[in-house]
C-alpha cells in the first residue's frame, strides 16, 4: 500500500485564485482528516470526515475554504479565492475505525504558496 | 477548552545529552496522550501512546495527570533523533479519533 496519496506535492499560485489539493486514503479506513502546518501554528485540524460525512469542520478558517469526499477512496480541499496568508503545508490522514491502536497515518502534504 | 502547549519550539542539544521535550495538557477528563514525529523529507508518523507504555527508539513518555503533562524523555539524544516532535491529545468521547495537536518542538541534536 502506498500510504495516504497526497496531490500535488507543491502548489504555487496567485492570490484570487482556486486551488484544489487532493487526498486519497488508506484503503479501508473510514476517517480521514485536513490538517494544516504552520510555523506559528503548528498542526491544526481543519476538517474530519468519517464514512464520508463531515463530523467537525470548526477548524476550517473560513467560508473560502470547503472540503468534500464524495467517495470512500477520494476527498478535496478547496481555497477560493486563495490569499497569501493560506501558504502552509496541507497534510491529510486517514484511520481505520477497527484499529484498536487509534493510530492516524499521514500523506506526504501539500506545500502551497500563494504570491 | 480542549488544548495542548508544547512550550518550546525549538530545542538543541548535543549528542549524547539527555532530552526531555515538554507537553502540558488542558481537558477536564481522561484523554489520550500520543507523541508523533516527522523526521526530514519524511510523513509525520506515530512515536507513542501513552495507553501503552512502550518505549520507541529509547524515548519514553509518563503521563502524570496531577500536572497534566505528558513530557517525552529519551537518556541519551543520538543525532538520527533531531525532528519535529508533536504531542497530541484524543478526548475520550467523541467516538471519532480527533487530534488536537500542540504546536509542535523541534529537536537539533548536534554531534
Known amino acids: 500500500d502506498a500510504g495516504v496519496i497526497q496531490s500535488p506535492r507543491h502548489e504555487v499560485t496567485e492570490m484570487g485564485q482556486e486551488v484544489t489539493l487532493r487526498c486519497k486514503p488508506i484503503?479501508?479506513?473510514?476517517?480521514l482528516f485536513w490538517y494544516r502546518q504552520t510555523m506559528m501554528r503548528g498542526l491544526e485540524l481543519l476538517i474530519y470526515f468519517n464514512n464520508n460525512v463531515p463530523i467537525d469542520d470548526s477548524g476550517m478558517p473560513e467560508d473560502r475554504f470547503s472540503a468534500k469526499m464524495p467517495n470512500a477512496s477520494f476527498s478535496t480541499l478547496k481555497i477560493q479565492p486563495s490569499e497569501p496568508r493560506d501558504s502552509a503545508v496541507y497534510f491529510c490522514?486517514?484511520?481505520?475505525?477497527?484499529?484498536?491502536?487509534?493510530?492516524?497515518?499521514f500523506g506526504p502534504g501539500t506545500r502551497l504558496t500563494v504570491l | 477548552a480542549q488544548r495542548v502547549t508544547q512550550p518550546e519550539k525549538l530545542l538543541s542539544v548535543f549528542k549524547g545529552a539527555p532530552v526531555e521535550l515538554k507537553c502540558n495538557y488542558s481537558y477536564s477528563g481522561s484523554p489520550e496522550l500520543f507523541w508523533y514525529v516527522q523526521y526530514s523529507r519524511q510523513r509525520l508518523q506515530l512515536l507513542l501512546r501513552?495507553?501503552s507504555r512502550e518505549s520507541i527508539k529509547g524515548f519514553t513518555a509518563d503521563l502524570n495527570k496531577g500536572e497534566t503533562s505528558f513530557h517525552l524523555k529519551k537518556p541519551f539524544a543520538q543525532e538520527e533523533d533531531s525532528a519535529m516532535y508533536y504531542c497530541a491529545l484524543r478526548p475520550p468521547l467523541g467516538g471519532y479519533n480527533k487530534l488536537i495537536f500542540g504546536a509542535g518542538t523541534r529537536l537539533a541534536v548536534h554531534p
Open positions: 484503503s479501508g479506513h473510514n476517517s
Open positions: 501513552h495507553i
Open positions: 490522514a486517514s484511520r481505520d475505525g477497527g484499529e484498536s491502536t487509534d493510530t492516524q497515518y
